[in-house]
């Protein structure tokens, strides 16, 4: 019997159960001994957006109707928002967002966009954190207030919709004032790998996204899927956007053409093999500049929490709507990438906690809702000068990054 089990047969409180459960392990860790001494201090969470159309269609193939009645808006999800840049102002102009508009799939809809599918995907996610932070530990206010919550958002609507949606999920659509969803202009964006904004990162890695569709056994396959579908060999397709429509239609419920049938796990495999060569972790330089930033701004948050140095003392909860290209750098810079595309809807969770008694700081790091064991961390719930010292190698200031992306001397000038 676990130590749920067990509470609700005796009606222990949370305290006698994380008694129990230390109690129960064989080998237990100063961290677990002292785990009903713990208490959360902050929650930051990194998710992928929902389920979308694709952003492009596989040439050639049977084709879909991408209608728009796939994208209707759940009412449950329907909170009043509003979208600003970093200081509060109007929404920066969004160019990824407009290369979509340029040409509509078949059916009438847009590349990218989110589907009601992927809308309550998101709604799901806000309420399993309500389970967790609300319902099963009275951490969060069980309405939205901002002095609590803060929501950051790339500028583009797929992301913007999902953070949207996980807000209604989690707070029931109960609010105190207008949500706010704060952005950033395409050019100083640190919530993914940004090849235009870092000059630096585009030149050592920007070629690796076309050279990984040529590396041998990728090309190899590459070339004999194209002779299954029908794809004429002259038309430039790679196992990523294989991928991504077939995710698309799959999640959707929409035809795929029939030979993809004995290919499904190998375009999975490839694809994940092409973004590993684009990631490279071996050569920790790359990752830290696809989300140091980003990194740096999630440990800084966590230490202004445990020093009492932040500007906004109430916050507890820091929501980021991101990309797969976003989680993916992550996981590898945290030592747990489990070489699996993230699915739809996938978070990034870290939690701060704090012993009531010593004060001694912790981290705990969820993917997917699981908790994972940190490599260079002596136990899953990691102490936070370990945590820290993990990352140190990728974490990266804002204005270390900026000088890092113009630093690109003894490169060949961009044309």
Not at 44 to 73: C, N, Y
Not at 212 to 235: M, R, T, V
Not at 285 to 296: A, D, E, F, R, S
């Amino acid at each position: 019997m676990n130590a749920a089990v067990l509470a609700r047969v005796v009606g222990l409180g949370s305290v006698a159960v994380g008694s129990l459960f230390c109690w129960s392990q064989t080998k237990s860790s100063a961290a677990c001994e002292d785990s009903p001494q713990l208490e959360l201090k902050l929650v930051q969470v990194l998710f992928r957006h929902g389920a979308r159309t694709p952003l492009k269609s596989i040439p050639d193939v049977l084709e879909v109707q991408w209608v728009p009645k796939l994208l209707d808006v759940p009412p449950h999800t329907l909170i009043d928002y509003v979208v600003t840049d970093l200081q509060g102002g109007p929404q920066p102009a969004s160019p990824v967002e407009d290369s979509y508009r340029e040409h509509a799939l078949s059916g009438g809809t847009y590349p990218g966009q989110l589907t009601t599918i992927g809308m309550q995907q998101l709604y799901d996610l806000g309420t399993r954190l309500r389970a967790r932070y609300i319902q099963d530990v009275p951490f969060l206010t069980p309405s939205f207030t901002p002095a609590e919550v803060y929501i950051r958002s790339t500028n583009i609507v797929r992301t913007i919709e999902s953070a949207k949606c996980l807000v209604a999920g989690l707070f029931q659509q109960k609010q105190t004032g207008t949500v706010p969803i704060l952005t950033s202009q395409a050019e100083t964006e640190i919530l993914y790998p940004n090849y235009h904004g870092c000059k630096l990162l585009r030149l050592l890695s920007g070629h690796r996204w076309a050279e990984s569709a040529k590396l041998p056994d990728i090309a190899k396959d590459i070339k004999e899927i194209q002779g299954d579908l029908g794809i004429p060999l002259e038309k430039e397709v790679d196992f990523i956007l294989i991928r991504d429509d077939m995710v698309a239609r799959q999640t959707h419920g929409l035809a795929c053409p029939p030979q993809l049938d004995n290919w499904k796990s190998k375009v999975e495999q490839r694809a994940v093999d092409m973004i590993y060569h684009v990631y490279e972790p071996s050569k920790k330089g790359n990752l830290q500049l696809c989300v140091g930033p980003l990194l740096h701004t999630m440990l800084s948050n966590m230490e202004e929490k445990v020093q009492g140095t932040s500007s906004e003392p109430h916050r507890k909860l820091f929501l980021y709507s991101v990309h797969d290209t976003t989680l993916m750098p992550c996981l590898m810079a945290l030592g747990i990438f489990d070489m699996r595309w993230p699915p739809y809807a996938a978070d990034i969770t870290m939690e701060l906690l704090e012993n009531r008694t010593t004060k001694e700081a912790f981290v705990k790091v969820l993917y997917l809702g699981k908790e994972q064991h940190i490599p260079g961390c002596s136990s899953k719930t990691c102490p936070l000068k370990e945590f820290q010292q993990a990352m140190a190698e990728y974490a990266l200031p804002l204005d270390r990054y900026n000088k890092q992306c113009e630093e690109t001397k003894g490169f060949p000038s961009e044309p």
